[in-house]
T-cell receptor, first 112, second 114 residues
């Protein structure tokens, strides 16, 4: 079983819609959760971090964490064509210091 | 504040050669982690350095090594290159080792082994 799983997509949404990206993880002692956005040919860019159960909002982005279900999601409201990218979910386990375990990423395509 | 910088950005090497990649973290950041990204395996953790000491290591052969200097700059070395080492090598810096500290990636070094 993979440690961090994401649907590879592509997830296609029309411009202005809400894009919902999901991620599940297997390690119950996972402490910190991150969403990165990666454009083709570029390096990952941190867009959200979340550490406790519930929702965390930042502009058009909302991260949701449910540790009991081992589930973290990212909602993008009012999706724009510029949001088209690969979204990577990453999990950090305290005992491994700064090691991030990444999912394979979900390709998001926003159609104008 | 300047971001993470990596040099060189592109590199072409031949099988059997060795290569050294360099990473300068964000000013004030003391932890540097290295990752390998390939289309088949995705992003995989290589190792982390904090206070000039390797703190964590991923599942890579001993041909992959690194070090960190007193100014937090880090280098990664790959010896006896293999075709499968062709990848994007990413460096990420963080303030420290607390779980809540975020990691910021540099632009990466694209290594091609022929």
């Amino acid at each position: 079983q993979k440690e961090v799983e994401q649907n590879s997509g592509p997830l296609s949404v029309p411009e202005g819609a809400i894009a919902s990206l999901n991620c599940t993880y297997s390690d119950r002692v996972s402490q910190s959760f991150f969403w990165y956005r990666q454009y083709s040919g570029k390096s990952p860019e941190l867009i959200m971090s979340i550490y406790s159960n519930g929702d965390k909002e930042d502009g058009r982005f909302t991260a949701q964490l449910n540790k009991a279900s081992q589930y973290v999601s990212l909602l993008i409201r009012d999706s724009q064509p510029s949001d088209s990218a690969t979204y990577l979910c990453a999990v950090k386990v305290l005992e491994y210091g700064n090691k991030l375990v990444f999912g394979a990423g979900t390709i998001l395509r926003v159609k104008s | 504040k300047a971001g993470v910088t990596q040099t060189p950005r592109y590199l072409i090497k031949t099988r059997g050669q060795q290569v050294t990649l360099s990473c300068s973290p964000i000013s004030g950041h003391r932890s540097v982690s290295w990752y390998q990204q390939t289309p088949g395996q995705g992003l995989q953790f290589l190792f982390e350095y904090f206070s000039e000491t390797q703190r964590n290591k991923g599942n890579f052969p001993g041909r992959f090594s690194g070090r960190q200097f007193s100014n937090s700059r880090s280098e990664m070395n790959v010896s006896t290159l293999e075709l499968g080492d062709s990848a994007l090598y990413l460096c990420a810096s963080s303030l420290g080792q607390m779980s809540s500290y975020e990691q910021y990636f540099g632009p990466g070094t694209r290594l091609t082994v022929t």
